[in-house]
T-cell receptor, first 113, second 111 residues
Framework: NAGVMQNPRHLVRRRGQEARLRCSPMKGHSHVYWYRQLPEEGLKFMVYLQKENIIDESGMPKERFSAEFPKEGPSILRIQQVVRGDSAAYFCASSPVPGYGYTFGSGTRLTVV | GQQLNQSPQSMFIQEGEDVSMNCTSSSIFNTWLWYKQDPGEGPVLLIALYKAGELTSNGRLTAQFGITRKDSFLNISASIPSDVGIYFC???????????FGAGTILRVKS
């Protein structure tokens, strides 16, 4: 596992559809973070998860957005009933211990048409 | 909410020149990080600072954690074309906590 793997790299959805973004952390990393980046802005924190637990979801919109990090498999960021304003780059990062040694993936660029 | 003010917004410099950018905050951070982001990629960590007053170098890059814990700067010496990209500062209040990012400095280099 060379790094944090995110897929798909690009995702196009029509308004009202669901978007599922996947993140496989680096080997040995059990802490996953999701960030959103709007064009020409910095990254904004969304959610911090450990295996099977949501630790901090203070940056998640209250509706339509959810995240999970199951015991087996990748972390999933799910956006239901997407709207144009959800168009952004979504980045996942992982770390071996809380908040230290973050490594970011290459991101998923979501376009809502 | 927490906010980092990063400046300048953009720089267009001659190859070989030195570059300086900084971040300030109204809140104290316990960790300051500097990242570089290339188009279509995720941020890559350049330098991490964990102690107030700390000065750390990584090749041509030097960064400092301000004594007040409310600011940090990044210097790049003798810039080269591959330094082009967007540089972000990020602060962390507690270990394990989220990162707060600045809006970025776009660096362009004329060769």
């Amino acid at each position: 596992n060379a790094g944090v793997m995110q897929n798909p790299r690009h995702l196009v959805r029509r308004r009202g559809q669901e978007a599922r973004l996947r993140c496989s952390p680096m080997k040995g990393h059990s802490h996953v973070y999701w960030y959103r980046q709007l064009p020409e802005e910095g990254l904004k924190f969304m959610v911090y998860l450990q295996k099977e637990n949501i630790i901090d979801e203070s940056g998640m919109p209250k509706e339509r957005f959810s995240a999970e990090f199951p015991k087996e498999g990748p972390s999933i960021l799910r956006i239901q009933q997407v709207v144009r304003g959800d168009s952004a780059a979504y980045f996942c990062a992982s770390s071996p211990v809380p908040g230290y040694g973050y490594t970011f993936g290459s991101g998923t660029r979501l376009t809502v048409v | 909410g927490q906010q980092l003010n990063q400046s300048p917004q953009s720089m267009f410099i001659q190859e070989g020149e030195d570059v300086s950018m900084n971040c300030t905050s109204s809140s104290i951070f316990n960790t300051w990080l500097w990242y570089k982001q290339d188009p279509g990629e995720g941020p890559v960590l350049l330098i991490a600072l964990y102690k107030a007053g700390e000065l750390t170098s990584n090749g041509r890059l030097t960064a400092q954690f301000g004594i007040t814990r409310k600011d940090s700067f990044l210097n790049i010496s003798a810039s080269i074309p591959s330094d082009v990209g967007i540089y972000f500062c990020a602060g962390q209040r507690e270990y394990g906590n989220k990162l707060v990012f600045g809006a970025g400095t776009i660096l362009r280099v004329k060769s």
